[in-house]
């Protein structure tokens, strides 16, 4: 069984920044993927970017050159620095970690970020 818990998030104006951080509870392989999804009331849960072992991050076209995606193995951490936020960035962003070795995905309980001015 793996925990994640996200942290960070909250508040920002339109053109800011915020960076959210998801720590695994038990170490994590190179060859699992790691990566944030959000959900925005009335809407369906969505990709925002992914990173799989040592493949480029796929990022949602939406946030493209704006989101950047890293994650430290070393830490069981995954992060995502958000630039340029606009007020569609508002939503619920939830963390997830799929453990390669036994096929299984996890998600974080989520954390809000909200845009507005």
């Known amino acids: 069984q793996v925990t994640l818990v996200e942290s960070g998030g909250g508040l920002a104006q339109p053109g800011g920044s915020l960076m959210i951080s998801c720590a695994a509870s038990r170490s994590i392989s190179s060859s699992d993927t790691m990566g944030w999804y959000r959900q925005a009331p009335g809407k369906q849960r969505e990709l925002v970017a992914i990173?799989?072992?040592?493949?480029?991050?796929n990022y949602a076209d939406s946030v493209k050159g704006r989101f950047t995606i890293s994650r430290d193995n070393a830490k069981n951490m995954v992060t995502l620095q958000m630039n340029s936020l606009k007020p569609e960035d508002t939503a619920v962003y939830y963390c997830?970690?799929?453990?390669?070795?036994?096929?299984?995905?996890?998600w974080g309980q989520g954390t809000q970020v909200t845009v507005s001015s």
């Open positions: 997830y970690y799929y453990r390669r070795i036994s096929a299984t995905s996890y």
């Open positions: 990173v799989a072992s040592t493949s480029t991050p």
